[in-house]
């Protein structure tokens, strides 16, 4: 049996157990259960405090976590990223009110910064040559400058709303975040085999983010001009239609893409274009 630790609430709660649920792992999100077993994989959810996951899995307590790279970077516990899962993406930045003329990272010689990340950003600052007086505040770091507590922050962004409602302006990116797997460094062969399936799994899902199966009647006298603008896989698939004079064109399409390769497909004569999503993708 594999142990995961998971926040226990909030948006990587929600991103973590949506990942499960679309690689076929069962698991009951109940708040009420600190420890809850999947039902169709040899898995075990713990939900834990954000903070705390990267020590509970270090010590042993859980044998994996996900957990924001923020996270687990500020408590610089002894663990293994595994895998980057790509969701719950955010960035630390330092933030000053909107009436500064700020010209420089300089600025912040002296100055005052609540943050609930001191480990970053003194590291940070230290790289620098910045003398900083840290100030470390658990709560709504964001109102600090507004009440006299501070002359900046040192938090997480996401959109960037939150500075804007407190006449806060981001002015230094210090780092990138996203959602890791990280894993415990003793973890048995029992448990890598069931890690590995697990990461199959992963992988197969986000292999099929923003894909589609694509499905047309293309005329065969333009087969070959089709087939040029099609970034299939590998190549796609021609099936013969009862009518000699056409053929079925199977194939996936990227999102990004999607629109202007269907209307080259259109131009070319491709019709009864049927469009699928993609739950999981095996390469």
Request: proline fraction near 4%; aromatic fraction near 6%; charge should be negative.
């Amino acid at each position: 049996m594999l142990r995961i630790a998971v926040q226990s609430k909030g948006r990587l709660f929600e991103d973590t157990m949506n990942l499960l649920s679309e690689a076929d792992i069962k698991v009951s999100a109940s708040k009420r259960t600190l420890l809850v077993q999947a039902s169709n994989f040899p898995l075990e959810v713990l939900y834990l405090r954000d903070d705390d996951i990267p020590q509970s899995v270090a010590s042993g307590v859980a044998d994996i976590g996900v957990v924001g790279e923020n996270e687990f970077v500020e408590r610089h516990e002894d663990a293994d990223i595994i895998d980057r899962l790509g969701f719950s993406r955010c960035r630390l930045s330092l933030a000053i009110p909107k009436s500064i003329d700020y010209k420089g990272l300089e600025w912040f010689n002296g100055k005052k910064i609540a943050t609930s990340y001191p480990y970053i950003l003194k590291k940070f600052m230290d790289e620098k040559g910045i003398e900083t007086d840290i100030h470390v505040i658990t709560g709504s770091v964001e109102i600090s400058p507004g009440i006299g507590l501070a002359d900046g922050i040192f938090d997480i962004v996401s959109s960037g709303s939150t500075l804007v409602s407190n006449n806060l302006r981001e002015v230094e990116v210090v780092m990138q975040s996203e959602a890791l797997l990280i894993g415990n460094k003793q973890l048995s062969d029992e448990k890598k085999t069931i890690l590995r399936d697990m990461l199959f799994r992963f992988e197969a899902v986000r292999q099929a983010e923003d894909k589609k199966y694509v499905r047309m009647n293309a005329p065969k006298s333009r087969l070959d001009e089709i087939i040029k603008v099609l970034p299939g896989l590998k190549s796609p698939t021609i099936i013969p239609l009862a009518d000699d004079e056409w053929c079925s064109v199977h194939t996936v399409l990227d999102q990004k893409r999607f629109w202007e390769i269907i209307g080259k497909l259109k131009e070319l004569g491709a019709q009864g274009i049927l469009v699928t999503p993609i739950e999981k993708m095996i390469l």
